[in-house]
């Protein structure tokens, strides 16, 4: 356990003295590692945690987004009272998404398709809202990009870099300690066998739900920050199912339902895919579709040969916990 | 607004909606028997599209005749597929089915993009701006066959599986896995057998589809939903059911842009698909497992 920790003091000190290391374009490569690492993390309360498949998380992105988005674009308010409506209006929507699917009784494949469905019609419908510029997307001011203007979270892109990396540290303890909490125990039941852990007295409903609440408020937060990082909102990009499922195949590829997992993922397949895009243009391939397709077999490999995920084939070798 | 135009509008989306209907059969059939989620359905249509496409180019084939050898193509590759990548799959949790089926869908749509570009291409045929006309009613010869197309596989199909041995040893494994391995079904050439009659139904629709739309790479995902959004609705595992809600989604799709607008469309599909699965899980003609 002690290496374990140690192990995971040296990584954070990496990650904090890196930025003084590397440029502008892989400070925002790390920047986007730690955002997908986090947010599946989020993801991974879930799923990995709850077992409640979920093919949909873009929803709780797009939301927390423009609602913290639109309260800076109309009032002038700045994220850190929007997490909060964010955040609200996230947990919300989960718990009644999570309402509709378990008080009827819909799990597995359909549960999914739910999710996907919620998602897919939040990003047609969003479409069609004016206030917030539909189709043609929200664009929010950027006054100043050279000192940290913390309040209005404008600032360098190595202001950005910190948060994340704070809040991908938050993430981990919070799960750490959720995942031996009484609420780890039971989601960890109810994943495993749910009609056993209703006879054991287990309230599967209620604990599912805290599950999607938990998860859903994590991601509203990822989608705060995407709107104040990136300053433009599209319902086409935000609430796509390709971003629900780039947020899913950072923890599935690092190993569902641990701990380090989500992080490892989100850090091989960013580095591959962004690595890939540069090795590509150093040879001169520059053939569009060819990383992609590179990618699905990368993809292809790991799901075939590690169906757990790299963690814990990694762990059991370094001879830690998984 | 006038009733002919809507009329007009209802027909021709009931026609496309039949090709839809075929496209979610197969996905409907695979699940029905070998309980996994093809998530590359979209993306092996938008395939066979192509294939439509460059066999016309190449050798001035009618897609309707190009639909025999892409249909048999797509069996030998759907059999090979179930047969080496899915089936190890068949007993893993679902996340790691939809990665898998995610990797190869990935694979698909890029190598298409790699191969043609993103440009749009399609069939130039002479029927496609010839229509018949009845009763007041216009229906566009391209359509038209298309929907026969599907509706002749379908038939086909639901034929085999009823009434032929094999039809019925697949049905076998469908109900009950465990007896069908003790009555000596070979089960994994069962499953293999699904899975390319499955993809040769989307191939089939995908000939058949690409009289009617342009192909694109990008169309593959968006075919993916739809054809759950069509599954769900008919009810996952029923043959009537797919081609029921391909009809429910074609018009409803067609009506919704005549009377909204056409970016809402989709709209009312998802809507659809929500209030299905919140109160008739199992689908409009589904029964309960």
């Known amino acids: 356990m002690s290496r374990s920790v140690a192990g995971l003091l040296a990584l954070l000190a990496l990650l904090a003295a890196l930025p003084f290391f590397v440029g502008p374009y892989l400070l925002s490569v790390l920047t986007l590692v730690l955002f997908l690492a986090y947010t599946g993390q989020a993801w991974n309360v879930m799923m990995g945690f709850a077992g409640q498949l979920s093919l949909g998380h873009s929803l709780y992105v797009g939301v927390g987004a423009y609602a913290a988005g639109a309260l800076f674009f109309h009032f002038g308010i700045g994220p850190w009272a929007g997490v909060w409506l964010a955040m609200l209006l996230c947990v919300a929507l989960g718990l009644a998404i999570g309402f509709l699917a378990f008080r009827f009784r819909i799990s597995g494949v359909y549960f999914a398709l739910l999710t996907i469905a919620f998602a897919e019609f939040t990003r047609v419908g969003f479409d069609h809202i004016g206030w917030l510029g539909g189709p043609a997307g929200m664009f929010l001011r950027v006054a ?143 053939i569009p579709g060819f990383k992609r397709v590179f990618y699905g077999v990368v993809l292809l490999i790991v799901i075939i040969f590690l169906p757990r995920g790299i963690w814990p084939a990694l762990a059991r070798r370094l001879g830690l916990h998984a | ?170 049905r076998a494994c469908a109900d009950n896995y465990l007896g069908a391995k003790v009555v000596g079904l070979n089960v994994k050439h069962l499953y293999a057998l699904t899975f390319g009659l499955g993809s040769a139904c989307v191939a089939i629709a995908g000939c058949a589809l690409s009289v009617v739309l342009e192909v694109t790479p990008q169309l593959g995902p968006a075919m993916t939903l739809l054809a759950f959004v069509i599954v769900i609705i008919g009810g996952m595992g029923s043959m009537a059911g797919a081609l029921l809600g391909g009809v429910l989604i074609g018009m409803s799709e067609a009506l919704a842009g005549l009377f909204i607008a056409p970016s809402a469309k989709s709209m009312f599909s998802f809507g659809l698909l929500i209030l299905v699965l919140l109160f008739r899980p199992q689908g409009l003609l589904g029964t309960r497992a």
């Open chain 1, 144 to 286: 100043q990009r050279d000192t940290w203007d913390f309040a209005n979270f404008r600032g360098p892109p190595l202001m950005y870099y910190y948060t994340m990396l704070a809040l991908a540290v938050a993430a981990f303890i919070l799960c750490a300690w959720l995942l031996r909490s009484r609420a780890g125990y039971y989601w960890q039941a109810i994943r495993e066998d749910e009609e056993a852990a209703q006879a054991l007295g287990i309230n599967s409903f209620r604990w599912k739900m805290l599950a999607v609440a938990v998860s859903s408020a994590m991601t509203s937060v990822s989608g705060v920050f995407f709107a104040f990082y990136y300053n433009n909102l599209f319902p086409e990009q935000i609430f796509h199912i390709s971003r629900s499922i780039e947020i899913l195949i950072g923890p599935i590829v690092g190993g569902v339902g641990t701990l380090f997992g989500p992080i490892l993922g989100a850090a091989m397949v960013t580095l591959l895919a962004d690595g890939l895009t540069d090795a590509l243009m150093a040879l001169g391939w520059d």
């Open chain 2, 1 to 170: 607004m006038p009733l002919d135009l809507v009329l007009n509008v209802a027909v021709s989306g009931i026609l496309t909606g039949l090709v839809y209907g075929l496209m979610a059969l197969g996905l409907s059939v695979i699940f029905g028997v070998v309980r996994v989620v093809n998530f590359a359905h979209g993306e092996m249509m938008t395939v066979a599209m192509y294939a439509a496409t460059i066999l016309f180019a190449a050798l001035k084939l009618d897609p309707f005749l190009a639909a025999l050898p892409v249909a048999a193509a797509f069996f030998a590759f759907g059999y090979w597929l179930q047969k080496t990548l899915i089936n190890p799959f068949v007993t893993r949790p679902m996340h790691s089915q939809f990665i898998l089926l995610l990797a190869i869908a990935i694979i698909l749509v890029n190598g298409l993009l790699m191969i043609f570009g993103p440009d749009a291409r399609n069939v130039q045929v002479d029927y496609q701006l010839e229509s018949f006309e009845i009763g007041g009613i216009l229906i566009d010869k391209a359509r038209l066959y298309a929907a026969t197309a599907a509706l002749i596989t379908a038939t086909a199909l639901f034929t085999f599986f009823r009434f032929s041995l094999t039809g019925k040893a697949i």
